[in-house]
């Protein structure tokens, strides 16, 4: 059983900067591919970014590509968002998931609980 905790969200100005972090419980994440996701009020989850188990592949949503940065970090088995120029339309809960997988693929099936990002205008 894979559990996921994220961590690192807040209120943060337009313009602003905030990291998240995934990092597990009970298992290693360092062999699975890795996503973030996000769900505002009213509309359904959104790809946010993937990476690969290795790093060595990343995959972004149009809408935070040159803004946001998936990376990995094994030796604290942590996956990380980097989100900067925060736009109010990227206030979400943001949630991080795993695949079970090497290679990013189009279903997950491991999810954490979320974190709260709200960005003000």
């Known amino acids: 059983q894979v559990q996921l905790e994220e961590s690192g969200g807040g209120l943060v100005q337009a313009g602003g900067s905030l990291r998240l972090s995934c990092a597990p419980s009970?298992?290693?994440?360092?062999?699975?591919?890795m996503g973030w996701f996000r769900q505002a009020p009213g509309k359904e989850r959104e790809f946010v970014a993937a990476?690969?188990?290795?790093?060595?592949?990343?995959r972004y949503a149009d809408s935070v590509k040159g803004r946001f940065t998936i990376s990995r970090d094994s030796a604290h088995d942590t996956v990380y968002l980097q989100m900067n120029s925060l736009k109010p339309e990227d206030t979400a809960i943001y949630f991080c998931?795993?695949?079970?997988?090497?290679?990013?693929?189009?279903?997950?099936?491991?999810w954490g609980q979320g974190t709260q990002v709200t960005v003000s205008s």
């Open positions: 990476i690969s188990a290795s790093g060595d592949y990343t």
């Open positions: 009970g298992r290693t994440l360092r062999n699975y591919a």
């Open positions: 998931a795993t695949n079970r997988r090497p290679y990013v693929t189009t279903s997950w099936d491991y």
